[in-house]
């Protein structure tokens, strides 16, 4: 079934860009939606700085073709949250986007 933002009592974040990867009138799309309205959801930028060290990481390790820039977005703010003190925890099922995040830990 996926992940519910809504059952969860933690922070969420994700990126702008994200809208544009959610096919419209699925239950993940509602879900999202539900939990962007709800504020159980927040959209943020992430700052160039990290956008950049994600840059040279997925170069290093051969995945930068691969990411998109949205993937590259979400991992760029998970790594400036983790900065600030507030370590994430990235819901997803794509391989280069996992490798990424063992790489940055």
């Given at each position: ?37 709800t504020g159980k959801i ?64």
């Open positions: 079934m996926g992940y519910n933002p809504l059952s969860v009592d933690k922070d969420h974040y994700t990126v702008p860009g994200i809208l544009k990867e959610l096919v419209p009138e699925t239950l993940t799309w509602f879900r999202f939606n539900t939990a962007l309205k927040q959209l943020k930028t992430p700052t160039a700085k990290f956008l950049k060290i994600i840059a040279e990481c997925s170069n290093v390790t051969g995945d930068s073709s691969v990411l998109s820039n949205v993937d590259k977005q979400i991992l760029a703010l998970a790594l400036e949250l983790k900065m600030q003190g507030a370590p994430p925890l990235i819901v997803s099922n794509d391989y280069a986007v996992q490798i990424q995040l063992i790489s940055l830990v």
